[in-house]
């Protein structure tokens, strides 16, 4: 068994760890709304206003701090005044991106609100700038956030909801460089310019204004979008990283049945965001130092479940993605000086999901879990951490953060990436005593999944811990996830 020392500074904060880099995203695909989180009110399955009960329970235990709705590709051709009012009345379109289903419309802006404060958690909206117009974007912030007085604020209080709602994160576009338009930056940024001009800040409300940002590696989109867009009343840029196995887009490859080089390929690929972060972030740094980044979609993209609709994007869930998901949080924390919001890609039944419905039954998988292990690193300050590590295949075997709680309790992230070797950690934290831990082991096969049928085969468990007067140490089992709070 390998031997690796850690030390962790409690003096050296670093930056806050803003919960929303928690994050999560909801679209009108698949499964994800429909069958999914929304079941509509006359289902057998328990809901509350149609939303799924044991789906709201579940997302309050991983402290779900932000939702990201209703697109994705489908909020470039959303038309939100189709989604109020009566709902036998509302208007069907056909969702042309996600397998031509025909949307109904059930589920709007009232049902989005309804959800969020279900939850607990800040609501996210993606605007339409690819299909839509000016006016109907300031009339959706209007119909939310003005308290009366305008048609917009009677309309929604006809439609039943007398106060308006808080409304802080509002994206102007999603993937405009694509399904959002397939614009170039200088296009895009004019665009975006004249279209967050008219979204007001009304009866008290704030708005965050994010700006589309780039895919991937396109460092010129950030370049040019933000020579145009500067500080002009943008708080934030997005990025979007899928992981795909060995950067395919073809052959992605199985969720469940891949070999252990594709397993190492994912990690490896999954690793590459810290390289994005680091150059888009040096960018946005030539043009301001207030503009933050926001990873509004990011996990692991497979080929979708033999026998499913190709347009729904379904896919499992197995110890591989909560490794990746570990490391993505892990590096999402070391740079919360720049990050302020992360989004998985998404929430139910869709790519990296949370949770998986097939009618009335739920399952969490193993990205779920990792969600709850790391809850505790929310609205606290990082602080300095450093692991002894080696390389295996290519990718580093430890993958680590740490952080001070506002109740002065430590948070500790680990991963153990190498799928044949056990690790010890011996740490020494400088400034902090531990009296007692709590330490969560998420671990298994790497090809180990939640199912229907077996729902907690992957599932955690306690951690063996021993402590010393500055410190602690752990065994982590090869492919392997914990999570410890020091007092
Ligand atoms: O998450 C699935 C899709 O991936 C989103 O709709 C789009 O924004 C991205 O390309």
């Not at 590459?272 to 980044?293: C, F, M, P």
Request: hydrophobic share 35%; net charge negative.
């Amino acid at each position: 068994m390998k031997q690796l020392n850690m030390v962790i500074n409690a003096l050296d904060k670093r930056s806050h760890i803003n919960p929303e880099i928690y994050g999560h995203f909801s679209e009108h695909l698949g499964r994800c709304i429909y069958k999914g989180i929304y079941v509509g009110e006359d289902s057998p399955i328990p809901n509350t206003d149609g939303i799924r009960n044991d789906i709201i329970q579940a997302f309050r235990d991983i402290k779900m701090p932000v939702l990201r709705w209703p697109g994705g590709c489908f909020a470039d051709e959303y038309h939100w005044k189709d989604g109020i009012g009566e709902k036998s009345l509302r208007k069907k379109m056909v969702n042309t991106h996600w397998g031509g289903v025909t949307e109904d419309n059930s589920f709007g802006t009232h049902e989005f609100f309804n959800l969020c404060e279900q939850i607990g958690c800040e609501p996210y909206l993606a605007g339409n700038l690819g299909s839509g117009s000016v006016q109907e974007l300031a009339e959706w912030i209007e119909y939310i956030t003005l308290d009366s007085g305008s048609p917009m604020a009677e309309l929604r209080k006809k439609n039943g909801r007398e106060k308006p709602w808080k409304l802080k994160y509002l994206g102007i576009g999603n993937e405009n460089w694509g399904c959002g338009g397939s614009m170039t930056p200088e296009y895009y940024a004019n665009e975006y310019r004249r279209y967050q001009t008219y979204c007001r800040n009304f009866s008290g409300n704030k708005l965050y204004k994010i700006a589309c940002g780039p895919n991937g590696d396109d460092y010129e989109w950030t370049d040019k979008l933000l020579s145009i867009v500067k500080d002009w009343h943008t708080s934030a840029i997005s990025l979007h990283y899928y992981t795909v196995p060995k950067g395919d887009w073809i052959h992605k490859g199985s969720a469940t049945d891949f070999t252990d080089d594709e397993y190492y390929s994912t990690i490896s690929s999954t690793l590459h965001i810290e390289e994005l972060i680091k150059k888009h972030s040096a960018i946005i740094s030539k043009y301001s130092d207030n503009i933050k980044l926001i990873i509004d979609e990011w996990g692991c993209w497979y080929d979708v479940e033999p026998g499913t609709n190709p347009g729904f994007l379904y896919q499992q869930n197995t110890m591989r993605d909560a490794i990746a998901t570990a490391c993505n949080l892990n590096i999402f924390n070391a740079h919360s000086d720049v990050i302020c919001m992360a989004n998985l890609a998404q929430a139910v039944n869709v790519l990296q999901a949370l949770i998986l419905t097939e009618g009335d039954k739920l399952v969490k998988t193993p990205t779920y879990h990792i969600f709850g292990m790391f809850a505790q690193h929310q609205d606290s300050e990082l602080i300095y951490s450093f692991a002894e590590n080696f390389s295996v295949n290519g990718i580093p075997a430890v993958s680590q953060s740490a952080s001070i709680n506002p109740d002065g309790s430590i948070t500790v992230t680990l991963a153990n990436c190498t799928l044949d070797e056990d690790i010890e950690i011996n740490s020494n934290i400088v400034g902090f005593s531990p009296k007692s831990a709590v330490a969560t082991l998420l671990t298994g096969d790497v090809r180990d999944y939640n199912s229907f049928d077996n729902p907690d085969t992957v599932t955690p468990t306690e951690l063996a811990i021993s402590l010393s007067d500055n410190g602690f140490s752990v065994t982590l089992p090869k492919c392997s996830v914990a999570s410890i709070t020091l007092r």
